[in-house]
């Protein structure tokens, strides 16, 4: 198929603690299979720290579990092992970020000072460019880590100071990490299931073990402060690639999509509005709606409809979105997906939230008769029981409210 290298970057912590080992071993015998029937030659993948001497948490030791699969293959396999990753968008710089942001008193347990050796998502990039350009790191492991060892702690602490925050930092005695975890849960965008597998890992010291690696490539990698300060300017121009909320949650291959459906979603709410303003500019504002700047009005619906989601473990309106002003297909807004985009003409979300059912929102840009636009918004719901049925009625007189105020402050503020 032509492609000469690849690089293994999967896990699969949001199935859960109880299913993500055996997902993750499947995906990786998958894909050394598919590997070397394509004549790939050469795989990276990217794992976690850990000394397998050890006894390792259960993320640690899959991570660990997935490079031996990987290796059983004939393609030549290069191991990057690292700790947390500190970048834009990453899973465990977020969860640090929104913690000492939300809250004014942090209560951490004794395994908050577990010793940590970090890395800025630039050094993990140049590593991994790296080690696809050396042929000496092939069928090779290597311990990857930033300039500084720290404690969970201390990285939260410096992180408060850099972002301005003063935080009241107390020791607690041990509670369960699943208690922990949910309570993370409401108060970062990081979804239950990964703020387990992630906080069970701090029992682990995670440190580079070998330095062989800055024999291969060598440059001096960044401290974690530098590495906070490059993610934070990203967030503020607005230039994060990617987020861990990219990815789809459990079973949205299962889910259907509008136009699998078709005449048949069962229930339909439609607002409209007619405005002189051209399609390019509503669409702009459109593309704005949610995240940081909310929802244009009514916010506090919108919050509390979050926030009861957060509470019965879904998705919430706290993961935000990837950019303030830009959108792509299958980025995340709140707990909202895009299913579909047709610049300066519509755009579809799908809702990720729990429902009874299934959600969608949908903004279309009509040119009217008479000149002019045509601003639309369908609300679509589908259902098939009485739980659905009801929770659509309850909703009637909250869409009323929301949906012809967010038009028109769609129109007012494009």
Known sequence: ??????????????????????????????????AAEAGVKRIVYLGGLGDTRNVLSAHLKSRSD???????????????????????GSASYEMMKSLVQNLKLIFYPKWATTQCQPIGIRDVILYLVGSLETSAARGRAFDIGGRDILSYESMMRQLAELTGKQPLFIECPEYPISFFSYIGSLVTPIPHEIIRCL??????????????IRTLIPFDP???????????????????????????????????????????????????LLTSKPPERLFRAICRIGGKQGWFNNNWLWKLRGGLDRLLFGVGSSRGR????????????????????????????RAEMKLPGQGWLEFLLQPAEN??????????FHTETRAGRLYWRLCLPF?????DDLIRQIETRS
């Open 1 to 34: 198929c032509g492609i000469d290298a690849a690089y293994y970057l999967i896990h699969s912590m949001m199935l859960g603690r109880k299913e993500f080992e055996t997902a993750d071993i499947c995906a990786a015998r998958n894909f050394r299979i598919a």
């Open 199 to 212: 906080l069970e890992s701090t029992s682990c010291e995670v440190i580079c073990r070998n330095s062989d």
């Open 371 to 380: 000149g002019g636009t045509n601003l639309v918004v369908n609300a679509y």
């Open 399 to 403: 869409h009323m409210i929301v949906f």
């Open 322 to 349: 990837r950019q303030d002003s830009a959108l792509r297909i299958n980025d995340v807004i709140d707990f909202w997906r895009v299913e579909e985009l047709d610049p300066d003409k519509r755009l579809l979300l």
């Open 66 to 88: 997935v490079g031996i699969e990987l290796m059983k293959g004939e393609v030549p396999v290069t191991i990057l092992r690292a700790a947390i990753i500190v970048g834009a």
């Open 222 to 272: 960044m401290s974690y402060c530098e590495a906070v300060v490059l993610a934070l300017a990203s967030e503020q121009k607005d230039q994060v690639v990617s987020r861990w909320s990219d990815a789809y949650p459990r079973a949205h291959e299962l889910a259907p999509r509008l136009r699998d459906l078709g005449e048949n979603i069962r229930y339909r709410a439609h607002y409209s």
